[in-house]
């Protein structure tokens, strides 16, 4: 089944360029990967999304490995607003259902 | 405010009795999504609707758990015979049926069971 894989939590200084990693080795061939975002007692907020190409834009970055096991959302120049559990989601493929895992909880120091 | 909205936003309930949370999605999206989240988790997909029609349900959505989207509009997720472990965040989405299925979500309904 679909999964994803991240790091519980990272630090980050604030201004610096946030890498997040996500492992979805389990990816279908035509899925594509989302980032979302949860600031504490928020909904979700969608970031970015890709299938193979990096993307960009004025968020993020996504830079998404050949094989497509595995991809990274960069965060140019962090601030404390960008505080948040960042979740990469995959979609089961031939389903509408969507598999968040657990995030990453990014904290941004000053 | 355009958006996603829910409500109610907090429901305190006891052990036993039946709630209903509803959400009115963006009003020209046509997907709608329910979600429940707990402590530290991430969110867990409940069930789809295309319009009207449930296309799909988890297995976590069990027996006492039921959710309707009458006229293609708003909806509605009713647990019956709460329990405690029903308490969580319950998220509502929606999204258009057409390209890239960004989900846009509502603030989320939490419920305790006590």
Redesign the interface.
């Known amino acids: 089944d679909a999964k994803t894989t991240q790091p519980p939590s990272m630090d980050c200084a604030e201004g610096r360029a946030a890498n997040l990693p996500c492992n979805h080795s389990t990816i279908s061939g035509n899925e594509y990967v989302y980032w979302y975002r949860q600031i504490h007692s928020q909904g979700p907020q969608y970031i970015i999304h890709g299938l193979k190409n990096n993307e960009t834009n004025e968020m993020a970055s996504l830079i998404i490995t050949e094989d497509r096991k595995s991809s990274t959302l960069i965060l140019p120049h962090a601030t404390l607003r960008d505080t948040a559990v960042y979740y990469c989601i995959v979609r089961v493929s031939g389903t509408y259902k969507y598999i968040f895992g657990t995030g990453t909880r990014l904290k941004v120091l000053a | 405010d355009t958006g ?1 909205s829910q409500d109610p936003r907090h429901k305190i309930t006891k052990r036993g009795q039946n709630v209903t949370f509803r959400c009115d999605p963006i009003s020209e999206h046509n ?1 709608l ?1 329910w ?1 429940r989240q707990t402590l ?6 409940l069930t ?1 609707f295309q319009n009207e029609a449930q ?2 349900k ?1 297995r976590l959505l069990s027996d006492r758990f039921s959710a309707e989207r009458p006229k293609g509009s708003f909806s509605t997720l009713e647990i019956q015979r709460t329990e405690q472990g029903d308490s969580a965040m319950y ?1 509502c ?1 929606s999204s258009l049926a057409t390209g ?9 309904t939490r419920l305790t069971v006590t």
Do not use: K
């Not at chain 2, 530290?40 to 997909?45: L, R």
């Open positions: 996603v997907r999504y979600y530290g988790q991430g969110p867990e997909f789809y296309l799909e988890s998220l989405a890239v299925y960004e989900q846009y979500f509502g603030p989320g």
